[in-house]
């Protein structure tokens, strides 16, 4: 790999640290999705095979999981402006099932931003780039002092 693609590639891993659902490493109930942005692009992208115990019925993944998944990949874009953000609006169109154990491809991207609000789209497809599901949401840039925990 080249020193310009290395540069533009930046990684997120499950951080040990972190205790959230999606992509923290210190949730031992949680997934531990791990991603990676392409700063060229503007691509943020994850592959994943989501175990059966995420199953909704049948040996389908659970809707959440997939908003969930969209949700995850979505922010993550949020990293490439350096900036941090919550979630404001959500919405998934599931077009196709997804079988547990299937490996997929999650891929979200920025299509806009307008102050603090950034909106961004994403897909979820199978291996043969067949879409799966398609999501957008709006979210808006905070700042993390504004959320530590403070005593009562």
């Known amino acids: 790999m ?3 693609m290395s540069e533009s590639v930046r990684k ?9 659902f999606g992509c923290g490493g210190a949730n031992a109930a949680g997934l531990k999705l791990e991603f990676e942005a392409n700063a060229e692009t503007g691509r943020v992208t ?3 095979k989501i175990a059966k115990e995420f199953q909704g019925s049948m040996g389908m993944l659970h809707g959440g999981i997939i908003a969930l998944l969209m949700d995850e990949a979505m922010g993550k874009v949020c990293r ?3 900036v941090r953000a919550v979630t404001a609006e959500l919405s998934v169109k599931y077009l196709r099932p997804i079988q547990v154990e299937q490996e997929i491809v999650v891929e979200a991207f920025q299509v806009k931003r307008e102050g603090r609000d950034m909106y961004h789209e ?7 780039g067949k879409v799966l ?6 979210f808006v840039v905070i700042n993390p002092a504004d959320f530590a925990k403070r005593d009562s």
């Open 122 to 128: 994403g897909t979820i497809s199978d291996v043969r």
């Open 12 to 20: 997120f891993p499950a951080k040990p640290d972190n205790v959230c």
């Open 133 to 138: 599901a398609r999501g957008s949401g709006r």
């Open 2 to 4: 080249s020193n310009a």
């Open 46 to 48: 994850g592959r994943f």
């Open 80 to 82: 490439l402006s350096d």
